[in-house]
């Protein structure tokens, strides 16, 4: 096989395994992140030359939106807590419970194929924003009703934030993507 084969399937290789990073973003994990050090691995064994390969200012690009992908994140959530009056602790278990409820999510939806679990997923992230949330206030001495309103707060903006983070992790693959087929960055 010549080498521009070779290189055309880890570029279809490179945009697939972002594809699916974007979507275990949808989990709470780091997939933006796993976009960044795929693009940073592609630009060592191919770096920008000849019409193809991947050059460090798409590696920056990609890096500064995954950046702003996590401060957006935070922002929506940790925004719409701290203007309910939320504490640390609440904002801590909000965190730990988006983990937790993402990733039940995703396995109770699993039943319906693809958008049952990235639905649930979604849902469940939010529900355990929420429930975090109202535990880490409660725990911390609040009545019910501030706690409910921290909570309640904490689960909008945890949507906010996923849907943000989602949007700007569809721009890094589409900028993967033009990297190594259109040589633009």
């Given amino acids: 096989m010549s080498s521009e084969v070779i290189y055309w399937i880890w570029a279809a290789l490179l945009v697939l395994c972002a594809v699916a990073a974007w979507f275990a973003t949808l989990f709470s994990l780091p997939g933006n992140w796993v976009m960044v050090g795929l ?7 191919y770096p920008e030359g000849e019409g193809r390969g991947v050059g460090w200012i798409g590696v920056a690009v990609v890096a500064g939106l995954a950046v702003v992908g996590e401060v957006i994140e935070f922002a929506a959530g940790a925004a719409g807590a701290a203007k309910e009056g939320g504490s ?3 904002m801590l278990l909000a ?3 988006t ?6 999510g995703a396995i109770i939806g699993v039943p319906i194929p693809v958008v ?6 979604v849902g469940g992230g939010a529900l355990g924003a929420f429930c975090g949330a109202y535990l880490g206030e409660t725990w911390k001495g609040k009545t019910s009703a ?3 309103a921290v909570s309640k707060a904490a689960l909008i903006g945890r949507l906010l ?3 943000a983070k989602l949007i700007v992790g569809a721009v890094m693959v589409v900028v993967i993507a033009l990297a190594v087929f259109v040589g633009w960055l």
């Fill in 39 to 45: 693009i940073i691995i592609f630009a060592l064994f």
């Fill in 88 to 90: 640390r602790r609440g």
């Fill in 95 to 97: 965190i730990l419970g």
């Fill in 99 to 104: 983990v937790v409820g993402s990733i039940a």
């Fill in 116 to 121: 049952g679990s990235i639905i649930a997923a």
């Fill in 146 to 148: 501030e706690s409910l």
């Fill in 161 to 163: 934030g996923t849907m």
